[in-house]
């Protein structure tokens, strides 16, 4: 019954229904978690990576990618490209899921929310400051040292002996994740994944959230298109250091 497909769709659903609901406990009206703050969230998403890649790698995804970005620095990397018409299409039907389900979750505080900014955060990123030039520099710059680091990781972990315990890893990645929001997320929301803005950012147009506002397509494609630029540059890095 477990298959690639089916481990990232759910990985990534699960991705997604632990992130954007951090996002949404902290920013929506009446929530318990309301005014939570920065570090709530990025803790959160990091939470919500650890248990993207249990569940991946239980339904049938070794390689528990969750986002398109990691998947395009594998095939950079390793010039395979099979995996991508398997594992991406996963991953964006994974993260619209996954975000139907965090606007279920919350049904009624949708309603209680004036703010319409508000309600689209809860679903995809959106700059502090919107600069396009800046904006796309940003996604590109976490989206490099996210993989950089991975691909350092996974090494490690393959490695020889005195390696990394295979099964520390996910917690490792949860780790990174958290560092990136901590220190690169400050400018863009580090989106550092296409699925996990695209996918929710569809699910925000078409589902019928009370008093919603535009989905802001005009800047969707930086956090699509900076992550995919930032993942082929370290893919190269990575396959030119051999590591």
Known sequence: MTSPFLGEFLGTMTLIVLGDGVVAGALLKGSKAENAGWIAITAGWAFAVL?????????GSPDAHLNPAVTVAGAVSSG???????????????AFAGAAIVWLHYLPHWAATPEQDLKL????????IRDAKANWTSEIIATFFLILTISALVTNTLGASGAIPRGVAPYMVGMLVWGVGLSLGGTTGYAINPARDLGPRIAHAILPIAGKGASDWGYALVPVGGPVIGAALAGLLVRVLGI
């Open 121 to 128: 955060a809860c679903f995809c990123t959106g700059p502090a």
């Open 80 to 94: 395979d490209v099979s995996k991508l018409a398997v594992y991406i299409p996963a991953q964006m039907l994974g």
């Open 51 to 59: 248990a993207g890649i249990f569940v991946a790698t239980a339904t």
